[in-house]
């Protein structure tokens, strides 16, 4: 306060108490420190926005996962921040609608969004409301990409295993009504080749038995297809160079009758100029080759178009997953690409199922083809892919584990007498079989006895010796062929045996041949298949001790 001559007489001052204030400040800053380290701290892209769509608070990781330029945030450009966004979804309107529709909703709102690059984002929303009104919105953002490609993986091994386990299922279905059509059908072939050989060859009857005689042949075929489905088909491995195969299919007269039913298509041919040693059966390749080639003669359209049969040699230096993972090595690989049809994706899964086919009545094949095919690929120890698309084409791609080694000349197979005076043994569970067997030893020279289970079989030998053994595989359960051997091995050690099966060899065949049983025989066998098997037995000279 000051006096008349403007000095200053007393001082007045006031004192107010902001301790409160203060500490409200800072309890302010702290839990805004907080809440930054909060939406710092999560792997979600947090942003909050208010009613209008202008964001006020958001993380790093936000800015992370959307890939927008830190000033369009900090400029508040909500517009540029709106197109920046859109910019990268599948579906950017559908997207903007939603959004926007949500500023003014009380909802909290999850909802999946799908980028151009393959991300996807799970997004969370939920209101800030004030005094009962909207006044802005909370967004959450989390990167699902991996979860969800580990799920459609998860899921494509699922499908895998169950296809797998459905083929195993269909396998063993298929193998047990092969054994036992193989029993039925021995006698019916084996008969009429019988009759065949008493008539005159021009006789009409022998005419007829001869077409009962190439009936039973097709139909053993068939057989061979549902064994080979089962995973149980008999392989004769050795290294064989698999431009050979090819060559040897497409020089072969059903090659030629297949060509005549479609000579508007066009084969092209590109092998490899080194060729591609693998180890596989030949004649089992062939079939591979046949089904594949024939599906894509009968994929073409009336007008016609292209088939083109292509092998290369090539190193694998990762595992990636076709229709089965494929690991890395060495491989020959064999396309057979064509221009016709294609396959639709949701058949894709199936066509390596039995009986599944969008053939028209009347073309060829059992049914079976690419089962066969898909079964012949797994015992070769090989792998396959698939990539068609409707009306553009198909094409096959086979990998086989390339072999070192070079392929080695086929050994002369030397002329064998048939007939005979030895002693055989027949043991089968089926009396048509045994009746069959007997027939036909006895009208080659032999002494034939008969009996239908391995406890007589053994009993049989206990009691007399024989020569020889033709011995079923497949007979009463816990006692089988190998069970049958073993046994009579240890009456008579070094008995000679010939081993036949509705199946085809198995291990427990193979054990039965490292114990000193002879050849294997499947049935149904031609007369002259096993005079020769128990010919070439009984001729077989046993190894010094």
């Not at 895998?160 to 195993?168: D, G, I, M, P």
């Not at 690989?333 to 221009?339: A, E, F, Q």
């Not at 899964?349 to 059992?366: D, N, R």
Request: glycine share 8%; charged share 30%.
């Amino acid at each position: 306060l000051s006096d008349e001559s403007g000095k200053s007489t007393r001082m007045l001052g006031t004192m107010k108490d902001i301790s409160e204030r203060k500490q409200a400040e800072a309890s302010l800053r702290d839990r805004e420190r907080l809440l930054k380290a909060t939406l710092e701290s999560t792997v979600d892209g947090i942003l909050v926005a208010d009613r209008t769509g202008i964001p006020t608070h958001w993380n790093a990781r936000f800015v992370d996962l959307w890939r927008i330029p830190e000033e369009v945030l900090i400029a508040g450009d909500s517009e540029r921040l709106l197109t920046t966004i859109l910019g990268q979804l599948k579906s950017p309107e559908e997207f903007r609608t939603r959004a926007f529709a949500l500023y003014d909703s009380p909802d909290e709102s999850n909802n999946l969004i799908e980028f151009l690059d393959g991300r996807a984002f799970e997004v969370y929303s939920l209101p800030l409301v004030k005094d009962g009104l909207a006044s802005g919105r909370v967004w959450s953002i989390r990167d699902v990409t991996p979860r969800l490609r580990a799920e459609e993986a998860r899921q494509q091994l699922q499908e895998k295993l169950e296809r797998a386990e459905r083929y195993e299922s269909l396998g063993l279905l298929a193998g047990g009504v092969a054994h036992d059509l193989n029993n039925m059908l021995g006698p019916i072939g084996g008969y009429a080749e019988m009759i065949a050989r008493e008539l005159p060859p021009e006789s009409k009857i022998a005419a007829r038995v001869n077409k009962i005689i190439k009936s039973s042949e097709d139909a053993a075929s068939v057989i061979q297809d549902l064994l080979t489905l089962a995973r149980r088909g008999r392989y004769e491995f050795k290294t064989i160079d698999l431009n050979g195969v090819v060559d040897r299919y497409l020089e072969s007269a059903a090659f030629e009758k297949i060509r005549e039913r479609f000579p508007v298509v066009e084969l092209r041919r590109d092998l490899h100029p080194d060729g591609g040693y693998i180890v596989g059966s030949e004649s089992h390749l062939l079939k591979v080759i046949m089904n594949l080639i024939v599906n894509a003669f009968e994929a073409m359209p009336p007008e016609g178009g292209a088939i083109t049969v292509r092998t290369e040699i090539a190193r694998l230096g990762r595992l990636f997953s076709g229709f089965g993972p494929v690991p890395e090595g060495d491989y020959a690989i064999l396309r057979i690409r064509d221009t016709g049809s294609g396959i639709a994706e949701e058949d894709l899964a199936k066509i390596f199922e039995p009986y599944f086919s969008k053939k028209h009545l009347g073309q060829s094949g059992s049914g079976l083809g690419l089962a066969v095919v898909y079964g012949i690929i797994k015992d070769h120890h090989g792998y396959y892919d698939v990539f068609s698309e409707p009306g553009m084409g198909t094409e096959f791609v086979l990998y086989f584990p390339l072999s070192e080694a070079t392929v080695c000349a086929d050994e002369a197979a030397a002329p064998i007498g048939q007939t005979g005076n030895e002693t055989v043994l027949v043991v089968d569970d089926s009396a048509e079989q045994r009746e069959l067997v007997r027939e036909i030893a006895a009208g080659l020279g032999y002494t034939v006895h008969t009996v239908e289970n391995g406890h007589e079989a053994a009993a049989f030998v206990a009691r007399q010796p024989v020569d020889i053994l033709v011995l079923d595989m497949i007979m009463e359960p816990g006692f089988d062929g190998l069970d049958t051997y073993r046994e009579i091995v240890k009456i008579r050690p070094g008995q000679k045996a010939i081993v036949v099966s509705g199946y085809s060899e198995t291990e427990r065949v193979r054990e039965m041949m490292r114990l000193g049983s002879g050849s294997f025989l499947r049935k149904p066998y031609r007369v002259d298949d096993l005079a020769r098997a128990i010919r070439k037995e009984l001729d077989r000279k046993q190894p010094v001790a």
